[in-house]
């Protein structure tokens, strides 16, 4: 869900105070202050889009493929507290240690 951003509209028509509100795009637009009643419009913002990371880059970059080539150890949980080596160096196996 998106976040926007609304001012509450003086009497002289010029903006006031600015708050943000967490809406479903198909939520219709404020046009009252949800705690004061006061008349309100939204304001056109900049847009918040990643530039540098996504999801899609993190599946890339958290690959086995990608983990095993920076030399990572990636263990799988087999049953009963056992993890088996699915690459990397260390041992071919371990074992999650009894709780107390």
Known sequence: MPIYIYEVVLPDGTGGEQFETLQ???EPVLTV???SG???R???????????????????????RNLDRMGFTKYVRSGNGKYEKKFGKG??????????
């Open 91 to 100: 041992p071919d196996a371990i074992k999650k240690p009894p709780s107390e």
């Open 33 to 35: 202050h949800p705690e």
């Open 24 to 26: 479903r795009m198909s």
């Open 38 to 40: 006061e008349p309100v």
């Open 42 to 64: 939204r304001v056109i913002g900049v847009p918040n889009a990643p530039k540098t990371w996504t999801d899609s880059q993190a599946k890339t970059m958290t690959s086995d």
